[in-house]
């Protein structure tokens, strides 16, 4: 099989054009006519994964995160994003990222893995054959927890050393909204649209937690790493599907670590 036949049922399967205003989402290096070695799935294509990834012979790499998201003015050796750039190109490595996208068709992903199933799109909700889809999820529950034990259990599902929170670990949660990925900056429509008892997302700041505080609500901040690091294993189930008739093995990548520590 060749890129450009990847490319286009991956397309068919997850639109492009469904994809929030501001994203990258789709070809970011594409060698159209070259032959499908192995495919790498990565939730970032850093230059370890790109390392990575040709050292497992892999000359596809489907990314989560674009890794062309703002406009590029120039490639210079200096630069992170350049190298990345000139290591995938001098490697002939296709790269094709599917983001927002991929997050409304996939959005009840973090409240599945935490094993809360059920749950509905969030925000920026829209139809796509007949099917809601939007970014994030959210979900009443038939019983209360108390945050304590959502605590434990976010941190437990995900595979976490830490995260962080707010509120009162003995309030009883009985909503939940769940964002992957960047998710503060929606926290005050969150809160204002649906009352949630908590908030599970990742890259919430000073100012949103004291708006959720303020209005008397909980969150659970799981990082962004620790929220979306779990969709590797959806994109590698799409690619499953889109290659039902291909014999392409799929590499996921085993090196990605969370960014941030803690420093005791």
Known sequence: MKVNELIKRLKDKIPED?????????AQILFNDDIIERVYIC?????????????????????????????????????????????LISS????????????????????DSLGF??????INIQEINGIEIGIGSFIKLENEIVLSELLYRTKDKLNLEFITY????????????FINGSGGGSVEKIITTYNPDCIISGDIN????KYAIDSGKNIIDAG??????IFKKNLAESLKEVLY??????????IEKNPFKVYK
């Open 18 to 26: 469904i994809q929030e205003e501001y994203d990258n989402t789709g």
């Open 43 to 87: 939730l970032d294509a850093d230059m370890e994964t790109v390392l990575d990834a040709k050292e497992n012979g892999c000359n596809v790499m489907i990314s989560h995160h674009p890794l062309i998201f703002k406009p590029i003015k120039k490639i210079v050796t200096d630069e992170s994003r350049s190298n990345i750039l000139l290591s």
């Open 92 to 111: 002939r490595i296709s790269l094709y990222s599917l983001h927002t996208n991929f997050d409304k068709i996939m959005y009840s992903t973090l409240s």
């Open 117 to 122: 199933s059920g749950a509905t799109p969030l």
């Open 166 to 177: 707010c509120g009162n670990e003995n309030d009883a949660i009985k909503s939940i909204a």
């Open 206 to 209: 000073y100012h949103h937690a």
């Open 224 to 229: 962004h790493y620790g929220t979306e690091i």
């Open 245 to 254: 008739d291909e014999k392409i093995e799929l590499i996921i990548s085993g």
